[in-house]
């Protein structure tokens, strides 16, 4: 059993850069990873960027390369898009979710527990 919530949100303007965080409790200790995946209306959810509890490694989707950052507070259990140079193609609804495995997954079906979600929207 794990809980997700997300916070940081928001509206902000193309170029603007915003800060999204996941709290995680419960069994967070059987969970390897946390991934950041977003949907926007009408659109499949998509892969962001993942990382790794134990030892900070990252993937990210080409989308947002050099854009966003993932990183992790192992001690609060949370984890963190920051996310620069936003674009109104970034709109969408972003989701963390918890991995199981060791390595770094990409794939929405290879994550287990889910937060509720949160808005970012960026307008041009």
């Known amino acids: 059993q794990v809980q997700l919530v997300e916070s940081g949100g928001g509206l902000v303007q193309a170029g603007g850069s915003l800060r999204l965080s996941c709290a995680a409790s419960?069994?967070?200790?059987?969970?390897?990873?946390m991934g950041w995946f977003r949907q926007a209306p009408g659109k499949e959810r998509e892969f962001v960027a993942t990382?790794?509890?134990?030892?900070?490694?990252?993937a990210y989707a080409d989308s947002v390369k050099g854009r966003f950052t993932i990183s992790r507070d192992n001690a609060k259990n949370t984890v963190y898009l920051q996310m620069n140079n936003l674009k109104p193609g970034d709109t969408a609804v972003y989701y963390c979710?918890?991995?199981?495995?060791?390595?770094?997954?990409?794939?929405?079906?290879?994550?287990?527990?889910w937060g509720q979600g949160t808005q970012v929207t960026v307008s041009s």
């Open positions: 990382i790794r509890w134990s030892d900070g490694s990252t």
């Open positions: 979710a918890t991995t199981g495995w060791k390595y770094l997954p990409v794939s929405e079906s290879e994550y287990d527990y």
């Open positions: 419960g069994r967070t200790f059987s969970s390897y990873g």
